[in-house]
């Protein structure tokens, strides 16, 4: 709440060439099968699941890309940035198609180019381009200048080569006991054979603070509409939350993984020391950016509030989001990384075309 309150087997050589089609034809089906049964067992991340960390990334998107526009326009340490819930269930729904449009690469296979660098691109582009005017709600069909076109372009390169296939090697195991401490079971391993391991810390880290852009953007939105009937819902929040709060959660996560787990404390014994350290971190974070004018938050105007830094006003906003920390700890620990599902359609066309040579050797 940091920056509310302002603005298989080869086939007999012995065997004709007929037969050797006959016997070939089956291979050609088994893997789409294997393929099947892996995903099955893979169990991808729910849907719903989906949803919400796509609405978060695109929010995320919104915050550093106007914010950056600030910084280039007016030099401002605050690094604030825009977005709001309407954009947030477009960038859902949006992330969602994409998620579809990606699936049928398999459609440009000998044409990996065509798909990275001209299709997917394309649909991106035009995609975000309806979502602009959507945004703007007015008659007036609104003009993309060519640096748009570029960044646009840029984050078409990134979802097609980071993060679709990032997603791809996550696993979801729902009745998976979340105790870190406990052993690996034959259930943690990928169809493979390979181990699967927990989310790295950076990419929990980058998790963290994407909430943190949308718990601000949100809140945020909320309180333009109450205090300035803002019904367009425009929320803002600073870069510098980024790091605030992915640091912040990220402790937050050690802390209730040591009580919880080492400890068994309860959470009426944990939530005090939640509370206590959000205070102190939100104090220090905003405390050196004040020295260089970066601070986005000023709560001098509320009561209880210390240095105009940190206010008891928000309390049961920060008791919320610290039984809700738990909730996403105990869902992250259940995500798994695992191969890329992809691969075993490479080591179909590795099968087939082992095949082929040797139909042509014989």
């Known amino acids: 709440m940091a920056s509310r309150c302002r603005d298989g087997p080869r086939s007999r050589s012995g065997d004709s060439d007929g037969g050797l089609k006959a016997a070939r034809m089956p291979r050609q089906q088994e893997p ?45 340490p605050k690094l604030v940035g825009f977005s709001s819930p309407y954009l947030c269930i477009m960038h859902s729904l949006t992330h969602f198609a994409l998620e579809k449009i990606y699936s049928q690469k398999r459609c440009f296979r000998g044409r990996p180019v ?4 001209v299709f997917y691109p394309s649909v991106y582009i035009g995609l975000q381009i309806l979502i602009g005017n959507i945004n703007t709600l007015t008659e007036q069909v609104r003009v993309v200048s060519c640096t748009q076109l570029a960044v646009h372009y840029l984050l078409a390169l990134y979802f097609a ?37 927990g989310l790295p810390g950076f990419v929990r880290f980058l998790f963290f603070g994407m909430h943190g852009f949308l718990d601000e953007v949100l809140f945020t939105s909320v309180f333009n509409l109450v205090e300035k009937s803002d019904r367009t819902l425009s929320g803002h929040t600073s870069l510098w939350s980024f790091l605030m709060y992915g640091s912040c959660s990220f402790v937050v996560e050690k802390l209730y993984l040591h ?16 509370i206590c350290f959000i205070y102190t971190w ?15 938050w000023d709560y001098s105007h509320y009561p209880h509030n210390f240095m105009g830094l940190i206010t008891l006003l928000y309390l049961p906003g920060w008791v919320c989001l610290s039984l809700y920390q738990d909730v996403l700890s105990n869902v992250l620990l259940r995500i798994k990384c695992t191969k890329e599902v992809n691969g075993l359609s490479d080591e179909n066309g590795e099968v087939n075309g082992q095949l082929e040579s040797k139909k042509k050797r014989l």
Not at 50 to 72: I, P
Not at 114 to 117: D, E, I
Not at 187 to 197: F, I, K, N, R, Y
Not at 282 to 296: I, K, N, P, T
């Open 32 to 76: 789409s099968g294997e393929t099947e049964d892996a995903s099955e067992s893979l169990r991808e991340i729910p849907r719903w699941m989906r949803l919400y960390f796509y609405g978060m990334h695109g929010v995320t998107l919104d915050v550093l890309l106007s914010s950056l526009q600030g910084v280039l326009n007016y030099r401002d």
């Open 282 to 296: 939100e104090f220090s974070w905003g405390l050196v950016l004040r020295q260089f004018d970066a601070c986005s």
């Open 114 to 117: 065509v798909f990275h660098l």
């Open 259 to 274: 009580l919880h787990f080492s400890r068994g404390w309860g959470t009426c014994r944990r939530l005090p020391i939640y």
């Open 161 to 197: 080569q980071v993060f679709h296939r990032g997603l791809s090697r996550l696993q979801y195991h729902p009745s998976c006991n979340p105790d870190p401490s406990r052993k690996p079971s034959p259930e943690d391993s990928a169809p493979d054979g390979g181990p699967l391991h």
